[in-house]
Each structure stands twice: as C-alpha cells, then as structure tokens.
C-alpha cells in the first residue's frame, strides 16, 4: 500500500475513533486526523508484533480497517490523558 492509501486510512480510522469516543479533546481536528494517521501505523504495528499477522494486506481488507480503527483509540485515549487535565488548569 501506498503512503496515499495509508494517509486515507488514518484519516477515516482517526474520524472512527473520535465517534467511537466522544468528548471535548484538546486538540482540533488537526490533531484528530494526526492521530487517526499515526494510531493507523500503530495499529498495523501491533498486529504484527502481538498477533504475528500481516494486517496492511490492503485497502480493502477487514484486518487493515481495524488494526487502524485500534491503533487510533489506543492513541486518541493516551493524548486525552496527557493532556485533558492541562487545559482546564488554565484559571487566572
């Protein structure tokens, strides 16, 4: 797959993640699709390291979708934690 593709997928797969997770996030969704791109590799990654499957087998395939899908929450939900508390500590 191509880097087109995989930008594509994280895009959408970040989109999934944020509906899957609703809430105020202290980024925009500049940061979301960051996210979804990353958390897509990281998905893809994992699958690999954990499972010892290739899960970039393509576009279409399931396994691809949800490696992506994961890999997304997984890192939606760390920066959430990082940095929810912050913004609201902001009273002066």
């Known amino acids: 797959m191509g880097i ?25 969704i500049i940061i979301t699709m960051l996210i979804g791109i990353a958390g897509g590799l990281l998905g893809g990654w994992l699958g690999k390291v954990i499972f010892g499957v290739d899960s970039i087998d393509g576009f279409f395939d399931l396994s691809t979708w949800v490696a992506a899908i994961v890999g997304s929450v997984i890192l939606l939900a760390l920066y959430r934690v990082l940095t929810g508390n912050k913004r609201h500590h902001r009273h002066a």
């Open 4 to 28: 087109i593709a995989w930008i594509l997928i994280g895009l959408l797969a970040g989109f999934i993640a944020k509906a899957l997770m609703p809430g105020k996030d202290p980024g925009g």
